[in-house]
C-alpha cells in the first residue's frame, strides 16, 4: 500500500509538498497524554434494564453473527436512534474549557432520558469500565476515560457512545473539534469520516467482509495517513462485541460474506505518525507513542438486500457524521 510520501504533493490540491501542508508536523504534533482525575460513580435509576454483564460480570447472551429478524430489527433500530441522539448531544456541549468528564455528565442524563443503559458503564468484567462514554483526546486512539482535563482550543476529541435499550446496543462515534483546530489536523478528521462512510457504501450481500477494509486503506495511505489494525468493528445486536470482527486494514482470507440482516459496526481510527501505541497506567486510555492526533468514526450498520443502512441515526436523520448520501464518491 502507498502511502503519500512527505515530499509528494499534497493530497487536498495545494500545489505544496505534503510535509508543508497536510502532513505538517509541526502543525500535528500534540502534547504527551496526561489523564486527569476522574469523578464519582454516576447513578443509573432501577427501572433502566441493565445488560447481563452488569450483574453476572461476564457476557452471557450468544456472541455469534447478529442477524435480526422483523421484530429484533424494530428493537435494534430503537437502540441506535438513542445512540445517536446521545452523540448529537454530547457532540454539541463540546467547547474550549469543558472537561471530558462534563461531556459523560451529558450523555449520562440523555442515555437516561431516553430510557437507556450506557452499554460501557460496567463493562469489562474485572476491568470494569467506569463511565458512560469513551472520550479519546488527540493522540488517544480509543478507550480514553472521561476526567477533569478541560478541552483546550486546538485538541480533537473522539466521543464514543453505545446506548443499550429493548435488549439491543446501539453503537457509534464521531470526532469534534474543539475552538480553533489547524488546517492539518482538521484534514484528518474529514478524511477520517470520509474513510468510515466509504467503508460502510462498499457493505453489500454476498461480498465479503474485506470490501470494508478495501476502501479504507488505501483511501487513508493516499492522503498519508495510517489506519490502526489491531482494533476493528465487531458484530452488534442484543451482544455489545460479536462476531464478527470487523477489519480496517486488508486482511487475506477476510472472506466471510455480509448477510441481510446483519448488524455490525464500522468504526476505522486513522493515525498521523507512526502509529504505534500503548495503554496507560489506567488499563484503558490507548494512545499513540509520538503524541500525533489521531481521529476515529463509527456506526452501526444493518445489511439490506439492495446494500446496506446505516442505523445510528436520529429520528429526524441527523447524525455526528453526516450521510452516505452527503458523501460524493467517485464513480
Ligand atoms: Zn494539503
Request: glycine share 10%; aromatic share 6%; proline share 6%.
Amino acid at each position: 500500500m502507498q502511502r503519500l510520501r512527505n515530499n509528494d504533493k499534497c493530497w487536498c490540491g495545494s500545489g505544496a509538498k505534503f510535509k508543508r501542508c497536510h502532513g505538517d508536523v509541526r502543525r500535528l504534533q500534540r502534547d504527551p497524554v496526561e489523564l486527569g482525575s476522574v469523578s464519582a460513580e454516576r447513578p443509573v435509576p432501577e427501572h433502566i434494564t441493565r445488560p447481563d454483564y452488569v450483574a453476572v460480570g461476564s457476557v452471557t447472551t450468544p456472541t455469534g453473527l447478529q442477524i435480526h429478524d422483523d421484530e429484533s430489527l424494530e428493537r435494534m433500530r430503537a437502540a441506535c436512534r438513542v445512540a445517536a441522539e446521545v452523540l448529537l448531544r454530547t457532540g454539541a456541549a463540546v467547547d474550549v474549557g469543558v472537561t471530558t468528564d462534563e461531556l459523560d455528565a451529558v450523555a449520562h442524563d440523555t442515555y437516561i432520558e431516553l430510557g437507556a443503559y450506557p452499554s460501557t458503564l460496567h463493562y469489562g468484567g474485572a476491568r470494569d469500565y467506569p463511565k458512560s462514554i469513551c472520550t479519546s483526546v488527540n493522540g488517544v486512539v480509543c478507550h480514553g476515560i472521561p476526567d477533569s482535563r478541560p478541552l483546550r482550543s486546538g485538541d480533537i476529541v473522539n466521543v464514543d457512545v453505545t446506548a443499550f435499550v429493548e435488549g439491543m446496543h446501539g453503537d457509534t462515534s464521531a470526532t469534534f473539534c474543539v475552538g480553533e483546530v489547524d488546517e492539518p489536523t482538521r484534514g484528518l478528521v474529514e478524511t477520517t469520516r470520509e474513510a468510515t462512510l466509504r467503508g460502510i457504501a462498499a457493505v453489500s450481500p454476498g461480498e465479503p467482509l474485506r470490501r470494508i477494509a478495501e476502501a479504507i486503506e488505501p483511501f487513508a495511505a493516499s492522503r498519508g495517513y495510517g489506519v490502526v489494525k489491531e482494533y476493528g468493528g465487531h458484530g452488534i445486536g442484543a451482544t455489545f462485541h460479536a462476531t464478527p470482527h470487523i477489519n480496517h486494514c486488508i486482511t487475506r482470507g477476510d472472506t466471510m460474506p455480509f448477510e441481510v440482516g446483519m448488524t455490525f459496526t464500522v468504526e476505522p481510527m486513522l493515525t498521523t505518525g507512526s502509529g504505534g501505541y500503548r495503554q496507560a497506567a489506567d488499563g484503558w486510555t490507548e494512545h499513540v507513542v509520538d503524541s500525533m492526533p489521531t481521529a476515529q468514526f463509527e456506526h452501526t450498520v444493518l445489511v439490506t438486500p439492495e446494500g446496506r443502512e446505516i442505523l445510528t441515526v436520529t429520528e429526524d436523520g441527523r447524525t455526528a457524521a453526516g450521510t452516505l448520501d452527503e458523501l460524493q464518491l467517485p464513480a
